[in-house]
């Protein structure tokens, strides 16, 4: 299947601070790719579809402009966390989809977790 | 409003034994159907996936079904192994490029 690769995969940061994820996909490419949110036990929440080229698209209730997402390019996608707080800690999670014939099916990074003391 | 549900939680089966995990959604609008595996801290991983104008799916011990008229998809796993155990979830989409909708997970524990 397709790879995505996600950075870093681990990051601790202070209240107040930014912090930027990176999405790849490795050896396809991706006009669309979307970041998500877990929780402990809980589902996976969609916070934006990414656009390549175009702005993102944020699903109710996400602060875009906490959330900033850039989508330089057809394999690259970022997310960043801007002056963080604490109740931001959560695992991150951005997928992306081949397109063409299997574009139905999305691939997923492997996480990042946030904390943010 | 969920869309997609998967009502149990958790599962438990032998090793050996065929494990059926059960997701029921709502949007008739919904297409295409996929099934992900997960470990804790680690990313979704893509098992299996049907599209509506089919009943079922096959891919070695991997079987999904789909009951479009009781809007109910189901997910078989025989037989079933150790390395198995992890959180399932069922999602669905409405076209090319479009976002999942997820189901709140399964979690399969296949003992020995």
Known sequence: GAVVSQHPSRVICKSGTSVKIECRSLDFQATTMFWYRQFPKQSLMLMATSNEGSKATYEQGVEKDKFLINHASLTLSTLTVTSAHPEDSSFYICSAGQGGVASYEQYFGPGTRLTVT | ?112
């Open chain 2, 1 to 112: 409003d969920q869309q997609v549900k998967q009502n149990s939680p958790s599962l438990s089966v032998q090793e050996g034994r065929i494990s059926i995990l059960n997701c029921d959604y709502t949007n008739s609008m919904f297409d295409y159907f996929l099934w992900y595996k997960k470990y804790p801290a680690e990313g979704p991983t893509f098992l299996i996936s049907i599209s509506s104008i089919k009943d079922k799916n096959e891919d070695g011990r991997f079987t999904v079904f789909l009951n479009k008229s009781a809007k109910h998809l189901s997910l078989h796993i025989v037989p079933s192994q150790p390395g198995d155990s992890a959180v399932y979830f069922c999602a669905a989409n409405t076209g090319t490029a479009s976002k999942l909708t997820f189901g709140t997970g399964t979690r399969l524990q296949v003992t020995l």
